[in-house]
T-cell receptor
Framework: GNSVTQMEGPVTLSEEAFLTINCTYT??????LFWYVQYPGEGLQLLLK?????DKGSNKGFEATYRKETTSFHLEKGSVQVSDSAVYFC????????????FGKGTRLSVIA | GAVVSQHPSWVICKSGTSVKIECRSL??????MFWYRQFPKQSLMLMAT?????????EQGVEKDKFLINHASLTLSTLTVTSAHPEDSSFYIC????????????FGQGTRLTVV
């Protein structure tokens, strides 16, 4: 079946440090891949997405590249800020809108000043 | 992007009472909505898939008589926690996807339920 594996947290970084959160997937067919962010006490917000191999999703300084050969979609940011502290979820979809996305377990990021 | 509105954002209720949580898609029609539960510092747990005009599909281990789901229109799904107990206290989140293949999911703001 389809699954997403992302690195265990929590991750603690100093402000302006480089961030990488690893995400790998197993899927049948050709999935779309997503990163969602959840700030404390809120729902999830779409951060970025990629719908085919070699696509790069980017938003707010975050980037992730869809690597079919390594079945990966690692999230990166060159210089994190305190406001980036949140939980990050990697997810995939291989089907239409009547099926739920498949989520990883989430990675908690804390950025300290 | 599309908006999903969830209400209330927080609620406190007494043990034994029922609580209704609403989830609305504001600018698209959602034939399917999803309900999740999230424990502190944990991932999302899919509870059920809500289908407009038909019965919800519950995940294994979720009590359908305790968590009643109604999806009466293309823009509204409700989750009712019946005879709530303290162990039902949690963060509940709804989600919907627009029609089409491989489209992203949009999430409500979540509801913090505390049963006292």
């Amino acid at each position: 079946g389809n699954s997403v594996t992302q690195m265990e947290g929590p991750v603690t970084l100093s402000e302006e440090a480089f961030l990488t959160i690893n995400c790998t997937y197993t899927a049948t067919g050709y999935p779309s891949l997503f990163w969602y962010v959840q700030y404390p006490g809120e729902g999830l917000q779409l951060l970025l997405k990629a719908t085919k191999a070699d696509d790069k999703g980017s938003n707010k300084g975050f980037e992730a590249t869809y690597r079919k050969e390594t079945t990966s979609f690692h999230l990166e940011k060159g210089s994190v800020q305190v406001s980036d502290s949140a939980v990050y979820f990697c997810a995939l979809s291989t089907n239409s809108g009547n099926t739920p996305l498949v989520f990883g377990k989430g990675t908690r990021l804390s950025v300290i000043a | 992007g599309a908006v999903v509105s969830q209400h209330p954002s927080w609620v406190i209720c007494k043990s034994g009472t029922s609580v209704k949580i609403e989830c609305r898609s504001l600018d698209f029609q959602a034939t399917t909505m999803f309900w999740y539960r999230q424990f502190p510092k944990q991932s999302l747990m899919l509870m059920a898939t809500s289908n407009e005009g038909s019965k919800a599909t519950y995940e294994q281990g979720v009590e359908k008589d305790k968590f009643l789901i109604n999806h009466a229109s293309l823009t509204l799904s409700t989750l009712t926690v019946t005879s709530a107990h303290p162990e039902d206290s949690s963060f509940y989140i709804c989600s919907a996807r627009d029609l089409g293949v491989n489209t992203e999911a949009f999430f409500g703001q979540g509801t913090r339920l505390t049963v006292v």
